[in-house]
């Protein structure tokens, strides 16, 4: 079946630092889709990715899609404590299937 | 309006007893779910539903059993708790698309802790 492997599963870094976490399908995807989790809510969703070699950016976080559409990633510059939480890449073919998250601390 | 609410936040409950958690979304999708996330946060789908047909059925066991009465409402009944079945639950709503799943709007969770 569909699998999406994200890394790297914990991310720790220092308030103004740059953060990126990266995410690979088994499968071709047909779109995918990234999502925050902050500590103790729920996953709300940021964005979706749909052409091969997509880059979108929205003010710090910039997300791209591979050109083989199997794989994506999401790049924060300039973290802040408010980026505190979990980041999941979803990644949509015959249905759409979580990888396992990022869980980034910001150390003030 | 709270777009997906479910009901209730909190559950502490003994081995062996059956519970229901329920779920409303009022966004007019035509598609729901149901996700269990464990202590180490991996998101794993349990049941998809689209107006009211059951569409997804993950290996889940047989005593949870979801039920749709209409497309808003997706409800989740466990029988015969086990302490594996601790987690957080969330019912998740959305409208799918040409080439894929649409955007996920998920409710807030709800925490079941089996003692």
């Known amino acids: 079946g569909q699998q999406v492997m994200q890394i790297p599963q914990y991310q720790h870094v220092q308030e103004g630092e740059d953060f990126t976490t990266y995410c690979n399908s088994s499968?071709?995807?047909?779109?995918i889709q990234w999502y925050k989790q902050r500590p103790g809510g729920h996953p709300v969703f940021l964005i979706q990715l749909v052409k091969s070699g997509e880059v979108k950016k929205q003010k710090r976080l910039t997300f791209q899609f591979g050109e083989a559409k199997k794989n994506s990633s999401l790049h924060i510059t300039a973290t802040q404590t408010t980026d505190v939480g979990t980041y999941f890449c979803?990644?949509?073919?015959?249905?759409?299937?979580f990888g396992s998250g990022t869980q980034l601390t910001v150390l003030p | 309006d709270t777009a997906v609410s479910q009901t209730p936040k909190y559950l502490v409950t003994q081995m062996g007893n059956d519970k229901s958690i329920k779920c409303e979304q009022n966004?007019?999708?035509?598609?729901m779910y149901w996700y269990k996330q464990d202590s180490k946060k991996f998101l794993k789908i349990m049941f998809s539903y689209n107006n009211k047909e059951l569409i997804i059925n993950e290996t889940v066991p047989n005593r949870f059993s979801p039920k749709s009465p209409d497309k808003a409402h997706l409800n989740l009944h466990i029988n015969s708790l086990e302490l594996g079945d601790s987690a957080v639950y969330f019912c998740?709503?959305?409208?799918?698309?040409?080439?894929?799943?649409?955007?996920?709007?998920f409710g807030e969770g709800s925490r079941l802790t089996v003692l």
């Open positions: 979803a990644g949509s073919a015959r249905q759409l299937t």
């Open positions: 499968t071709t995807l047909s779109n």
């Open positions: 966004l007019g999708h035509d598609t």
């Open positions: 998740a709503s959305s409208q799918p698309r040409t080439g894929g799943a649409g955007e996920l709007f």
